[in-house]
């Protein structure tokens, strides 16, 4: 299984990279993640539960982060046991790049799994995968916003103003004339249905 994406946050580069590197940020973000503990340099336990259609599965696994680049991008190595259920290993890259707006989160990743969990189908799993990883991206994102409240202010007023100084969309007035024929019309259909 290989996906990709990005999503633009409103916090600075070294703002998000803290985030990341941090292993309470991360058990908040991570859907169903009950234990993201430091196990050495670099190194996690990390413990979760999945459920991928009919398999519902407790992970243990470990996370091994490789090729730092602070606060640009690392390689994440992951590697997760679910007894009966399968496995799950991969890796995934990292980047952040700053931009006028905060900074943009790039991501790819490269996973495979075994066990009863492959038995369900490709794309089954590939559709848990990718909500999962929305599922993240949108917890990070709302991380951010309570742990930086005055950035994500400032980028909804910027987004406000840009919003308000655009000419609005071509045929996106409706004109008073159509209002009217519309209610006289209505008015026209009731009368005659009683």
Not at 56 to 62: C, H, I, L, S, T
Not at 70 to 78: R, T
Not at 159 to 166: L, N, R, V
Request: hydrophobic share 45%; net charge neutral.
């Amino acid at each position: 299984m290989d996906m990709q994406g990005s999503r633009q946050l409103a916090v600075t580069q070294s703002q998000a990279w803290n985030a990341l590197n941090d292993p309470a940020v991360l058990k908040t973000c991570i859907p169903g993640c009950d234990k993201v503990e430091a196990t050495g340099d670099n190194q996690y336990a990390i413990g979760l539960a999945v459920k991928i259609g009919p398999v519902a599965a407790k992970f243990n696994g470990k996370i091994t982060l490789s090729d730092i680049n602070a606060p640009h991008s690392y390689n994440i190595a992951f590697d997760g046991q679910g007894g009966v259920a399968g496995f799950g290993k991969g890796n995934s890259t990292v980047t952040l790049v700053p931009n006028d707006a905060g900074c943009e989160m790039r991501y790819t990743v490269h996973a495979t799994v075994g066990g009863k969990v492959a038995q369900l189908g490709q794309r089954l799993i590939d559709g848990a995968a990718k909500g999962m990883a929305e599922d993240f991206f949108k917890r990070f994102d709302a991380e951010m916003a309570r742990q930086y409240p005055a950035a994500y202010a400032e980028a909804a007023a910027a987004k406000a103003d840009a919003t308000q100084g655009a000419a609005p969309p071509a045929g996106a007035k409706i004109p008073l004339w159509v209002w009217v024929a519309g209610a006289a019309a209505l008015a026209l259909a009731v009368y005659l249905l009683r």
